[in-house]
Nanobody
Framework: QVQLVESGGGLVQAGDSLRLSCVAS????????MAWFRQAPGKEREIVAA????????YYPDSDSGRFTISRINTKNTVYLQMNNLKPEDTAVYYC????????????????WGQGTQVTVSS
């Protein structure tokens, strides 16, 4: 079974930047789509970005402001989320996810999940 481990979260001030990392193990990363979701207390889990392992096609929700960018390094089995100009409303637990099928912004389409990493942005 694929295992995912996130890192890079923390406490920052509005306007700061963070880069989250997710390392996959337990299978060839080239067979997966990987994504970042986030969930704030009392709110639904929402898509942040997704990327296909081969070709690097990306998915962003229509509401994305362009502050976040997803990327991957295949040889490291790692996907990144670069977050710039962070705002208090970005505060959430950020989760890495993977599937074996196709790009999707729907959480139910993902089969594997990491434990999450907390991002807190102070005003």
């Amino acid at each position: 079974q694929v295992q995912l481990v996130e890192s890079g979260g923390g406490l920052v001030q509005a306007g700061d930047s963070l880069r989250l990392s997710c390392v996959a193990s337990g299978g060839p990363s080239s067979t997966y789509v990987m994504a970042w979701f986030r969930q704030a207390p009392g709110k639904e889990r929402e898509i942040v970005a997704a990327i296909s392992w081969i070709g690097g096609s990306t998915y962003y929700p229509d509401s994305d402001s362009g502050r976040f960018t997803i990327s991957r390094i295949n040889t490291k089995n790692t996907v990144y989320l670069q977050m710039n100009n962070l705002k208090p409303e970005d505060t959430a637990v950020y989760y890495c996810a993977a599937n074996e099928r196709e790009l999707s912004g729907i959480s139910d389409d993902y089969d594997y999940w990491g434990q999450g990493t907390q991002v807190t942005v102070s005003s």
